[in-house]
């Protein structure tokens, strides 16, 4: 059964910089094809593309957010980290953890999904 | 960057009836990678179709998917109590973002 995660502040500062956790089970970034990303959704919105790190540490950013984005990967704890710096009121959102399906980036499995909250 | 349109915004129809939402990307979508999803209040979305047409794991025949290239269509024959929701479409057959549309609400009339 592959189950995920998210981890992280409920609430962060205008400026501050946000990191989650998305702690999976199930799976493993041993399986090639495997990726595993973020998507958020701002509340009563729509969702929205993130970031990806795939089993081969190629990374994919929104580049509409690259400049504020690190996505890693820590294989050993079965764990994927997201940073988002310069935190804004307008990134409040539900942040979701998502896998992929193999060798496609379509989402087969989400998170139960976090909310974040920006606000000073 | 590919934008996707999803109409109608709100689609009101009864249990027992067919549903049919759009998708109308602004570009084409390569090899067909889209993807819809379902999404009930106050949790994740869940995967309903892929690659336009294939059936995620576990998802009734009722579910269709069809289209290609800009036109994508999901069809839901005979709506259950269950199947009212919003629903994204997602493309991802190109260089990221991999968007999605703004949803269509499935609700009962």
């Known amino acids: 059964q592959i189950t995920l995660k998210e981890s992280g502040p409920t609430l962060v500062k205008p400026t501050q910089t946000l990191s989650l956790t998305c702690t999976f089970s199930g799976f493993s970034f041993s399986s090639r094809g495997v990726g595993v990303g973020w998507i958020r959704q701002p509340p009563g919105k729509a969702l929205e593309w993130v970031a990806i790190?795939?089993?081969?540490?190629?990374?994919r950013y929104n580049p509409s957010l690259k400049s504020r984005l690190t996505i890693t990967k820590d294989t050993s704890k079965n764990q994927v980290i997201l940073t988002m710096t310069n935190m804004d009121p307008v990134d409040t959102a539900t942040y979701f953890c998502?896998?992929?399906?193999?060798?496609?980036?379509?989402?087969?499995?989400w998170g139960q999904g976090t909310l974040v909250t920006v606000s000073s | 960057e590919i934008v996707l349109t999803q109409s109608p915004g709100t689609l009101s129809l009864s249990p027992g009836e067919r549903a049919t939402l759009s998708c109308r990307a602004s570009?084409?979508?390569?090899?067909?990678?889209l993807a819809w999803y379902q999404q009930k209040p106050g949790q994740a979305p869940s995967l309903v179709i892929y690659?336009?047409?294939s059936r995620a794991t576990g998802i009734p025949d009722r579910f269709s998917g069809s289209g290609s290239g800009t036109d994508f269509t999901l069809t839901i024959t005979r709506l259950e109590p269950e199947d009212f929701a919003v629903y994204y479409c997602?493309?991802?057959?190109?260089?990221?973002?991999?968007?999605f549309g703004q949803g269509t609400k499935l609700e009962i009339k």
């Open positions: 790190i795939y089993w081969d540490n190629d990374k």
């Open positions: 997602q493309q991802y057959g190109t260089s990221p973002p991999y968007t």
């Open positions: 998502a896998r992929t399906g193999d060798f496609r980036a379509y989402v087969a499995y």
């Open positions: 570009q084409s979508v390569p090899s067909s990678y």
């Open positions: 690659g336009a047409s």
